[in-house]
């Protein structure tokens, strides 16, 4: 290349106007990355001749790599008036839509090229991350195939396979499909991110973060990376790591929402955070996503606030996911009972399903999949909807939509369920929380209005698997099992130290952690070397990795006593926990998230075992487990118990859940009578 280069200078020293000279060293600048030059070149070329479809496909390569997107399109689009059979720049052309988010007419382009060129290895692969993107996955693995099938060592195509097998829910064809990649092409970027984050759905945070941490050997400035390096090292509990490598992501790419958010969703993580920090960043968050797109200041909607509401729920996690089981009993309970109050329009964010995904569905009077629309698109679609009261269930945990929330597309905006601080959006009107888990001291820490329900404000779903709850295993262990079951990223040092006291004084004691990433020996490693440095010897520990729903529920009748974490006390798992008539005592913090164990713990009737500090829940756990008579008879009641508090009760949450809803419609109805 180097000769050439030289030869074609020689060659315009002498023939300035040389056009084949021009192109060609255009087209190396183009192969060295040297995008701008590249341009320069072309241009002057394409002046000399604009009709050659080649100079000007490159042209549009070139721009395309410029982030230039719609002159690329116009190049691309300027080769093919000349050369309609183009097969290549169909594909290139289809590439800079992708770029764009026009995904329809990327996939259009593809398959052009592909009516021209069936064996065209480039285009079937580029389809599948087209169909990816618009979350037909099934339809995205069968391309991916065919271009494999057609060439076998496209490293490309066997990445893009890896990372739709992750969302298919299959990591672990994923992860095969990702070192495939890596053995045709070593230094492939991408790759190296994909398999990591194939590893980390299979809870191998450690070996996730090394995958992120050669993807950034070959290519520092990767943004991607430095975020998916941050949540892998978040599970690992190095927060401060974490944090870093969120701040070094915006440091390259200033302007991405998603890491935002996985940097507000850490603070949470952290016992010695000043929520005044928190607030600060979350209304930077809310400050980049205003200024990304116009806010509609106009409706339609009627403001009558007497007719049947139109509620839009917005959420990536309608599945066997935590928010999924929160939502099942309250939206059956909508659908039923309020189904002349209420209509559901629920838009879904993310592309997996399973069975409870359908039953959701059948609650709503219409389904949409959000998964492929941009931000623009999908407040368009909730304005035709007519969406009353607009609803985010997922805060600034992953497959959130909190920009297209900034857009203001339904007059009335609140957020529930799935996050336990402020979004920092402007245009999210209220945050639903209830008494105990939101004190008024705590408002200021809020972009949006609080709205309390009266009792509170997570109802949830009663698992339907007939899991039998047994008496305490201290009957026949002869020893207290205390237990957590949480993600292992809230065990953070303060944790363990307290809970290394408890097993200390309760003679005998175990501790029984469960979690996905328990699977890993590192991490294994980790959790007794951090428990040792308090003389908690390995052999009171029980680690265990993740397993199927009905089996992790059955884990609980070898616990006597559940641990919650502090400051970021359980929800999901505090549910099943007490489903499974397992008492679990909680540490009630000063903020939401620190006070979501105390909320339900209150509405289940346990209110003794809620602790005020860490001296308190360190005595309470010593005197708790040395009363196992009262620990029997309050497992052989608790299930029972809790499924007639209102925790479980799904039919009076909803009618409160209605009147909330009500409420903030009816503010906004006055607020247009003036």
């Known amino acids: 290349m180097d000769q050439a280069e030289t030869l074609y200078k020689k060659l315009l020293q002498a023939q300035p106007k040389h056009f084949d000279a021009l192109q060609l060293l255009g087209l190396i600048a183009l192969q060295r990355r040297d995008s701008a030059t590249a341009v320069e070149l072309l241009r002057k070329a394409l002046k000399l001749n604009p009709g050659h479809a080649d100079a000007h496909s490159n042209l549009g390569n070139a721009l395309r790599n410029l982030g230039q997107l719609d002159a690329a399109v116009s190049s691309y689009r300027r080769a093919l008036a000349i050369r309609p059979d183009h097969a290549d720049v169909h594909c290139n052309l289809g590439n800079a839509f992708a770029d764009q988010g026009r995904f329809d007419e990327a996939e259009a382009s593809y398959r052009r090229a592909l009516a021209l060129r069936p064996d065209h290895a480039d285009a079937h692969s580029n389809l599948g991350k087209a169909l990816a993107d618009q979350g037909r996955l099934d339809e995205a693995e069968a391309s991916y195939r065919r271009a494999l099938a057609l060439s076998p060592d496209h490293a490309d195509a066997h990445s893009n396979l890896g990372n739709t097998l992750k969302d298919l829910g299959r990591p ?7 070192c495939r990649a890596l053995e045709i092409a070593p230094a492939h970027v991408a790759a190296h991110n994909n398999l990591g984050n194939a590893l980390r759905d299979l809870g191998r945070p450690e070996d996730a973060a090394a995958c992120y941490r050669r993807a950034l050997t ?18 690992l509990g190095r927060y401060d790591d974490a944090v870093a490598s969120f701040r070094q992501a915006l440091a390259l790419a200033p302007d991405n929402a998603d890491t935002h958010s996985s940097l507000l969703f850490t603070h949470n993580y952290l016992s010695d955070q000043a929520a005044e920090i928190l607030l600060t960043d979350a209304r930077r968050f809310g400050a980049l996503v205003a200024s990304q797109a116009p806010a509609y200041a106009d409706w339609q909607n009627v403001p009558d606030a007497n007719r049947c509401l139109r509620i839009g729920l917005v959420s990536g996690d309608f599945s066997n ?12 309970a909508l659908a039923a009972d309020q189904a002349d109050r209420i209509k559901l329009f629920a838009y879904s964010c993310r592309p997996r399903a399973d069975a409870l995904t359908e039953r959701l569905k059948a609650c709503c009077h219409a389904w949409r999949s959000a998964a492929p629309l941009s931000d623009e698109r999908l407040a368009a679609l909730i304005r035709e909807d007519g969406i009353d009261v607009l609803i985010d269930l997922s805060g600034h945990t992953a497959h959130n939509r909190l920009p297209m929330f900034a857009r203001k597309p339904a007059p009335v905006q609140a957020s529930w369920l799935g996050y ?25 820490y809020f972009t949006e209005k609080i709205w309390r329900l009266p009792e509170t404000r997570l109802c949830f779903t009663a698992p339907d698997l007939a899991v039998p709850v047994s008496l305490p295993p ?17 065990m953070n040092d303060t944790v363990v130290a307290v809970w290394s006291r408890i097993l200390l004084a309760v003679e005998r004691s175990r501790l029984f952690l469960k979690a996905k990433q328990l699977t890993e ?15 908690i010897d390995e052999d009171r520990l029980l680690l265990e990795g993740a397993s199927p729903r009905a089996q992790y529920l059955a884990a609980y009748n070898r616990v006597d006593i559940a641990l919650d974490p502090f400051p970021f006390t359980g929800g999901t798992t ?10 679990v005592l909680t540490l009630a913090g000063d903020r939401f998230v620190s006070r979501q164990g105390a909320g339900l713990l209150m509405n289940a009737g346990l209110s003794e075992w809620i602790a005020a500090d860490a001296d308190d829940y360190f005595h309470r756990a010593v ?23 209102p925790v479980f009760d799904a039919s009076k949450f909803a009618v409160n859940f209605e009147t909330a809803l009500r409420g903030m419609w009816t503010q906004w109805c006055n607020r247009r009578h003036g």
């Open 574 to 583: 505090t549910a099943e926990c007490l489903w499974m008539g397992v008492p």
């Open 218 to 235: 070959i290519a520092p400035d990767y943004a991607a990376a430095h975020n998916n390096l941050g949540n892998a090292l978040r599970d």
């Open 521 to 535: 020996a590192s991490v294994r490693e980790s959790i007794v070397d951090r428990f040792a440095a308090h003389g």
């Open 172 to 178: 672990e064809e994923a992860v095969a499909s990702c």
């Open 623 to 645: 005197q708790l487990s040395g009363e196992l008579e009262r620990l029997t008879v309050l497992r052989k009641g608790l299930r029972q118990q809790v499924l007639a508090s």
């Open 321 to 332: 996911h935590p928010v999924g089981y929160f939502l099942e009993g309250v939206m059956k």
């Open 420 to 444: 336990f601080a402020t979004s920092g959006v402007a245009g999210i009107d209220y945050f639903i929380a209830d008494p105990v888990t939101l004190p008024e001291t705590e408002e200021i």
């Open 474 to 490: 201290a009957l026949t262990n002869g020893y207290v099992s205390f237990g957590c079951f949480n993600h292992l990223a809230k």
